[in-house]
């Protein structure tokens, strides 16, 4: 289908490991053979609906884009659904990865991966493990908990760990996850408690595909997931797109990414956390870098190809 603007839109179906992943492919329109492909991956419980603006704006600047749902969210199969798992989740980027090399009119030599929060940990991650990747973007990326999490206290973290440890075990037992929101208010259990989350899903209207409660037992093992620690084996280009005044991933635990890796570049703008998802002023800077960035990794045409 065609989504205007110079931008055709396709599903795309991956198979990862047996389980049935649901894709879109952003494509310039009347744009020749070997383009260029960035692969992109969503945070803690996102859906690929919520990444339509950023893939259709990397689309315009001549780079094909492939957004996805993880397994057991969005369009994608798997049950028990809302499950958030981090091995499968990585495994599902890299089945993404493969499909989209191999799709008609991509360019299997450049192709890029692009997360976002838990998404950026992810891309990081695989490139560390040897995804055939040229690049990787990751945009306010996880690297661990920070010491304090705004909008909870001590009593709340304590009710957040039992519920995490409850759906942990429980599903390990053979039991149905203990689901939590995604998103309360202060002081309420769930994974986010910030003023700043509750405005915007209040903005977001209730009409906006979204997930509302997750299985929380994954929190147990991103205690020890830090993208970070091994930044240092990606071999390719790595572009850490910041916020100054991020709480959920801070600036000095998202800087170690950009430090450790061989070829990293930090860039830091003046924003929260959230605004990198939907504040479209903001997008438009970050995206004139990370296009810049692109086309000095991937998207540069080469002798004999058709122009990306």
Do not use: K
Request: net charge positive; hydrophobic share 45%.
């Amino acid at each position: 289908m065609t989504a205007g603007s110079g931008v055709t839109i396709d599903d795309v179906d991956i198979d990862s490991g047996g389980v049935r992943l649901t894709g879109r492919l952003h494509r310039p329109a009347g744009a020749g053979d070997r383009l260029p492909l960035v692969v992109m991956c969503q945070g803690f419980g996102g859906l690929a609906a919520r990444l339509r603006m950023q893939a259709h704006t990397l689309a315009e600047a001549g780079v094909a884009t492939l957004t996805f749902d993880y397994r057991s969210f969005g369009r994608s199969g798997g049950v028990p659904r809302h499950v958030v798992d981090l091995a499968g989740q990585r495994a599902d980027l890299r089945a993404a990865i493969v499909a989209g090399s191999a799709l008609p009119g991509v360019d299997p030599s450049r192709v890029a991966v692009w997360g976002v929060s838990l998404g950026g940990a992810h891309a990081v991650h695989v490139a560390a493990d040897g995804a055939p990747v040229a690049a990787v973007i990751a945009q306010v990326p996880f690297n661990g908990f920070p010491r304090r999490v705004e909008g909870r206290n001590r009593w709340t973290t304590a009710r957040l760990f039992a519920a995490i440890v409850r759906d942990r075990l429980g599903r390990r037992l053979g039991a149905a996850p203990h689901y939590v929101p995604l998103v309360g208010r202060p002081g309420e259990v769930a994974i986010v408690t910030t003023p700043e989350a509750v405005r915007h899903v209040t903005d977001l209207g209730p009409d906006v595909e979204r997930v509302e409660q997750v299985a929380p037992g994954a929190a147990l093992d991103m205690l020890r997931y830090r993208p970070g620690d091994v930044a240092d084996r990606v071999p390719v280009p790595v572009l850490v797109c910041a916020a100054e005044f991020d709480t959920e991933t801070p600036l000095p635990l998202v800087r170690r990414i950009a430090d450790r890796a061989p070829h990293g570049e930090l860039r830091v703008f003046p924003a929260t956390h959230l605004e990198f998802y939907d504040d479209p002023q903001l997008w438009a800077r970050v995206a004139r870098t990370q296009v810049e960035f692109l086309r000095r990794t991937v998207a540069a045409e080469a002798p004999g190809r058709g122009a990306g």
